[in-house]
Each structure stands twice: as structure tokens, then as C-alpha cells.
């Protein structure tokens, strides 16, 4: 009997350390034993998509993440990197040095001393804060959201009948006009443009249709330039700041909204899952690049914020295809950022779905 339990145990621990030698765990990442120990990043790799081909599992990628305390933003990785999977084994301990006994001394005569009291002034503990539990990953330094040249370019969307009236008349010098360049504005009463103030020059982009339910939503108005304002007359002349396309004569005009961004210091797993549709592109080319500007249907009222990154599934495939940041948060769309593409191919009515949110250390911006 007794030999029958200790065959029994013996296939148990056997069978233990078969299960434990499938996978090693790192950070709380589950890793494939067909996983190499390190990779080496290819264009159009992504941490989801490393995650998902490695791991089973897209959701890992913090964990990868936190392994490669190199990367300073997930969503920015460049082929020729080496990303670290298993950890990598500690050195073995050094032998202890052998020590010769040293021969024992004679005792020594018990002289008994009165006891020294010490006085001892107990500190109050410092307070053990408890950090985020959706806590991704903490940034070594804040950094802004956003950029604020990021925030002038976004445009929006606007029904034909709140698109600006308010036109440039003419420009001071040549056919078009770039960055320091004057250009003349119609001063109309109801605008009541002032010395110093900002003006956002535009473009009437394309028509935009929502890709699920058809309605006409009306039209991308495309930022072009800011101006300021220089002096006010028979004409408004102004001095352009920043140029993103050329302005030329019959641009539209109306007060540019300019927000500096607030900091951030850590990336939280989102509360609840957010999805929208993408619905337009800024421009008007045919194919989505990084750093365009694109349009979702989603904004205030479904409690999307300023640096909400998401990932943009295929419509067609369900695959990740990208991935955005939000800038611009409207009440109903959000304009956001392309920062990252895999080869296949971004486009309107594919889904964007929340994955991670910013911790803002500074809301006074």
C-alpha cells in the first residue's frame, strides 16, 4: 500500500513540473515555450500585435511593455529594436570563501554591568499610498497630452448652415500666403474680430455621410492656417502663425479655439469600453498615413477625453489596423490622430475601440 501512494505522489510532482516547464511567467506575462527569449521589431510591428502572435492574447501588451523599460511610449516602436521576453536567469552565487577556525579563546572573567536604557522616540509611519489599480504603466517624467500645432490642425465637421460666412478678401503679397505672410479679412459687424486675437483660415473638406446609418452629418472643414490679428479697419489684417496649406483668396475664416494641453503621468486601463466609427479624414487623399487627422463618431456625450488612444479594428477582417489618440473632443465627434499603422489598410467605417486612458497631474490648462 505504502508503495502505491508514493508511486501516486511521484507522478503528481512529475506531472506538476511538465505543466510548470510550459510556460514561464514574467510580470505576470504568460509565455509561450515557442516564444524566442527576444525579437527583433519589423516595420508594422505593434505591441498588440506582438502580444496576440506570441502570447495568444493582444491585452498582454502591457506586460511586454513594462519588461522593455526602453520604450518610452508603447505606440511608438521601430523596427531593429530587441524586445526582451524570458527573463534573463540571475548569474549562479559564488562558492563562500573557506575560513579556517580560528582557535577558541580562554574565557575571559563575567563582569556584569548595569544596563544602558536607551530612549527611543517612535516615528509616526509615512502613509502607504495605494496606487491606481488600472494602473498600465507610470511615465519616469509628465509630458503633455498633446501638442498644440496638433490642436490648431484639427478641424471639425458642420452642417452647411454653421459653416463661417466671414471670408479672406486679399492677400498682401503674391496669389497665396504662407507662414508670416498679411492677408486681408472682411470685417464684418457680427464677428467684431479684435487686436491680438486668432483666427482660424479654412477649407470646405468632403461631404461626410456616417458608413453605418447614412445620415448626412455635413461637411469636413479643414484648418489651412492660424492668424492673428493685427489691425482692425475697412479690412482686418492679420499675420499668419502657423501654415498648413496655402492661403488664398475666398478662405474661410472664424475664431480660432487654441487649448494648451495638460500633463499626464501614467496610462490606466479604461473604466469601461468606449467604441465609435471612424467617420472622415481631414484631407482628402485616398489612403489614411500616419499623423493624419480622422474624425470618429463619438465624443463628449459618450465620455471620450483628450489622450484616449484607441485601437482601430478592419471592418472587412476584424484585425488591428492602427491606432489614434484623441486631440479635439467635440460634443458628438472627436477629431483624433493617426500615431501608428500596420500594413493593411486604415479606412472610414472601420471601428475604433478604447484601450487605454491618460492620468492628468495638471487640469488647469
Same mark, same amino acid.
Given at each position: 500500500m505504502k508503495k502505491t501512494v508514493i508511486a501516486v505522489l511521484c507522478i503528481a510532482v512529475f506531472v506538476s513540473a511538465l505543466s510548470i516547464a510550459d510556460e514561464m511567467r514574467g510580470?505576470?506575462?504568460?509565455?509561450?515555450?515557442?516564444?524566442?527569449?527576444?525579437?527583433?521589431?519589423?516595420?508594422?510591428?505593434?505591441?498588440?500585435?506582438?502580444?496576440?502572435?506570441?502570447?495568444?492574447?493582444?491585452? $498582454?501588451?502591457?506586460?511586454?511593455?513594462?519588461?522593455?523599460?526602453?520604450?518610452?511610449?508603447?505606440?511608438?516602436?521601430?523596427?531593429?529594436?530587441?524586445?526582451?521576453?524570458?527573463?534573463?536567469?540571475?548569474?549562479?552565487?559564488?562558492?563562500?570563501?573557506?575560513?579556517? $577556525? %580560528?582557535?577558541?579563546?580562554?574565557?575571559?572573567?563575567?563582569?556584569?554591568?548595569?544596563?544602558?536604557?536607551?530612549?527611543?522616540?517612535?516615528?509616526?509611519?509615512?502613509?502607504v499610498v495605494a496606487e491606481d489599480p488600472n494602473l498600465l504603466k507610470k511615465l519616469d517624467t509628465p509630458r503633455p497630452v498633446f501638442s498644440t500645432s496638433s490642436f490648431m490642425r484639427t478641424g471639425y465637421i458642420a452642417q452647411r448652415a454653421n459653416i463661417p460666412k466671414t471670408k479672406v478678401t486679399g492677400i498682401v503679397s503674391g496669389s497665396s500666403a504662407?507662414?508670416?505672410?498679411?492677408?486681408?479679412?472682411?470685417?464684418?459687424?457680427?464677428?467684431n474680430f479684435k487686436d491680438g486675437e486668432f483666427l482660424a483660415i479654412m477649407s470646405v473638406g468632403d461631404r461626410v455621410k456616417h458608413p453605418v446609418t447614412g445620415n448626412d452629418l455635413g461637411h469636413v472643414l479643414r484648418v489651412k492656417a492660424v492668424a492673428k490679428v493685427l489691425s482692425v479697419g475697412k479690412d482686418v489684417e492679420c499675420e499668419i502663425v502657423e501654415c498648413y496649406d496655402p492661403v488664398s483668396k475666398n478662405d474661410l475664416v472664424t475664431r480660432a479655439h487654441i487649448r494648451e494641453s495638460p500633463d499626464f503621468d501614467a496610462w490606466l486601463k479604461p473604466e469601461r469600453p468606449i467604441n465609435a466609427i471612424v467617420l %472622415?479624414?481631414?484631407?482628402?487623399?485616398?489612403?489614411?498615413?500616419?499623423?493624419?487627422?480622422?474624425?470618429?463618431?463619438?465624443?463628449?456625450?459618450?465620455?471620450?477625453?483628450?489622450?484616449?488612444?484607441?485601437?482601430?479594428?478592419?471592418?472587412?477582417?476584424?484585425?488591428?489596423?492602427?491606432?489614434?489618440?484623441?486631440?479635439?473632443?467635440?460634443?458628438?465627434?472627436?477629431a483624433v490622430l493617426v500615431v501608428s499603422l500596420k500594413d493593411s489598410i486604415l479606412k472610414i467605417g472601420d471601428k475604433a475601440s478604447l484601450y487605454a486612458r491618460v492620468r492628468v497631474v495638471d487640469s488647469t490648462k
Open positions: 510580470d505576470g506575462l504568460t509565455i509561450s515555450t515557442s516564444a524566442p527569449e527576444k525579437y527583433i521589431v519589423k516595420k508594422g510591428d505593434t505591441l498588440w500585435g506582438i502580444s496576440e502572435n506570441f502570447f495568444n492574447d493582444p491585452w $498582454k501588451w502591457p506586460s511586454i511593455w513594462e519588461k522593455n523599460e526602453f520604450i518610452a511610449d508603447p505606440h511608438w516602436i521601430y523596427p531593429g529594436q530587441i524586445l526582451i521576453f524570458k527573463p534573463v536567469p540571475p548569474p549562479p552565487p559564488e562558492p563562500a570563501p573557506v575560513v579556517e $577556525k %580560528a582557535p577558541e579563546p580562554e574565557p575571559e572573567p563575567l563582569v556584569v554591568e548595569a544596563p544602558v536604557v536607551e530612549t527611543v522616540i517612535e516615528t509616526a509611519p509615512e502613509p504662407n507662414k508670416y505672410d498679411k492677408v486681408l479679412i472682411d470685417n464684418r459687424s457680427s464677428d %472622415a479624414r481631414e484631407n482628402s487623399l485616398l489612403s489614411v498615413h500616419q499623423s493624419d487627422i480622422l474624425y470618429i463618431d463619438s465624443g463628449m456625450n459618450r465620455g471620450i477625453r483628450p489622450g484616449d488612444r484607441f485601437t482601430v479594428i478592419s471592418s472587412d477582417s476584424g484585425d488591428a489596423v492602427g491606432e489614434i489618440v484623441a486631440i479635439n473632443v467635440m460634443e458628438r465627434e472627436t
